[in-house]
């Protein structure tokens, strides 16, 4: 099965990733360090050597992730003269289900727990290394793993859903029941759990890591600034569950920041040097054969003057495929370098509108007006104007979520939580919208 293979793998540190220079042992063979050696006594070169390894784990099938839920989601098209599943069982198209044994189920899958096995690797590391001379530094570490270790538990359950998700993995030979399996909520209190041990971590692990973090975590690369990310997710996840209260409280402890700039986060980084990734949602303008659209209702729904239509870009000519069109390549990136968020500002204050509409009351409601108009000013739009009842306000903060967050892999389950799936768009007569992906045929 795929948890029992993946258990049994090391991935070492084959990314750049932009790290700083720093001062570490050097070990005989970094790409493929034993794993026994590393968990019984790691050197601070190995330690290093398995954070430079999770961190670019994170990025494996990013690419099939973003496109699964993107194209289920109805935000773009992923057309492809090679493998027609993207325009067929994506979309449901005919009598066309999702499967359970191909590329866009089981590769984001796997992914996801090759990098929770290491993160698992990472820990016991820790408890074993004299390189690490301290409570506190063994602390940070395990902070920063398990915060990992959630974030990755979060994408898994964002696409298995009602499936649930296995989030005790750390025996190959006795692994975990299926948590939250017809009952989502559960998997995201299990999520929310082991943020906050990993949050009690970081806060008590003193002014340093033992180890450098990549450009993606440029201002969260401390053990204290590192928890803000935590938090951050943190408010993701009790939002997706429904914990208004509990959202709020983590935001007060995130980068959160009204007034703050809108990108302000933690990324993914890519770049162009040798033995680096390059970003996968990247296209070159007007590509033909192998593209990534816009759905066209994105620039039909949009608000005049929102300047968030710029994450499209209008073609040369018509892409067409398998009886689908748009007008529009998805540019959300730039180059094939631009970094993928993992979460920033921008999100936040949409979780705190979020929130506060929620609450429902006369002054939450005021305040959630007044966070979707930092996020409406900001894309060119005038004040928010229509009704400030509940239910309105709750229409607006989706549609903000919509183009603030496009192609970031929010849309489907923004729809999916709030019962709309079947609002989005269906392009021809007999597509589907997926509520989940199904589990792994290899999976127990």
Not at 7 to 25: E, Q, T
Not at 299 to 318: F, I, M, P, Q, Y
């Amino acid at each position: 099965m795929i948890l029992r293979n993946i258990s049994k793998i090391f991935l070492p540190a084959l990314f750049v990733m932009g790290f700083a220079a720093c001062n570490i042992d050097t070990i005989e063979d970094p790409n493929n360090p034993s794993v026994g050696a590393i968990t019984s006594n790691a050197s601070l070169s190995e330690i290093q050597n398995l954070v430079t390894g999770i961190e670019g784990g994170m990025r494996l099938n990013l690419g099939f992730y973003f496109d699964g839920v993107g194209a289920i989601g109805r935000e773009f098209y992923r057309f492809s003269t090679s493998d027609p599943r993207f325009t067929s069982d994506l979309l449901g198209k005919g009598s066309a289900v999702l499967d359970n044994n191909t590329f866009y189920t089981t590769n984001p899958y796997a992914a996801r727990y090759r990098t929770i096995k290491n993160a698992n690797i990472l820990l016991e590391a820790v408890d074993n290394s004299k390189a690490l001379t301290t409570n506190e530094v063994r602390s940070a570490a395990k902070g920063f793993a398990n915060t990992i270790k959630a974030y990755e538990l979060l994408l898994v359950w964002v696409q298995q859903y009602k499936n649930g998700v296995r989030i005790d993995v750390s025996d190959p030979n006795n692994l975990g029941a299926f948590v939250g399996e017809n009952d989502p909520p559960a998997a995201l209190r299990a999520i929310a759990s082991l943020l906050d041990e990993g949050n009690s971590q970081l806060t008590s692990g003193g002014a340093e890591f033992p180890f450098s973090l990549s450009s993606g975590f440029a201002g969260f690369d401390t053990p204290a600034s590192f928890a803000k990310v935590n938090r951050a997710l943190a408010a993701r996840v009790h939002v997706y569950k429904s914990d208004w209260d509990l959202a709020l409280t983590a935001l007060a402890g995130s980068f959160f920041d009204l007034n703050g700039d809108l990108h302000t986060g933690a990324y993914h980084p890519y770049s162009t040097s040798g033995g680096d990734a390059l970003n996968p949602q990247w296209y070159p303008l007007n590509a033909t054969g192998e593209s990534r659209v816009a759905h066209p209702s994105f620039v039909t729904d949009a608000e005049a003057g929102d300047n968030r239509l710029s994450k499209v870009t209008k073609r040369t000519d018509t892409e067409f495929q398998d009886g689908l069109q748009s007008d529009y390549d998805f540019t959300v990136y730039a180059t094939n370098s631009s970094p993928v968020p993992i979460i920033r500002n921008e999100e936040l204050i949409l979780i705190y509108a979020e929130a506060k509409i929620q609450k429902g009351d006369a002054t939450s409601l005021n305040d959630a007006v007044g966070a979707l108009n930092i996020i409406r000013n900001a894309a060119g739009l005038g004040n928010y104007s229509g009704s400030t009842t509940k239910d309105e306000l709750i229409n607006e903060m989706l549609k903000q979520r919509r183009y603030s967050l496009y192609g970031e892999g929010h849309r489907w389950v923004d729809m999916r939580r709030y019962g709309r799936l079947e609002t989005l768009p269906k392009d021809r007569a007999g597509d589907d919208v997926w509520e989940q992906f199904p589990r792994p045929a290899n999976e127990d």
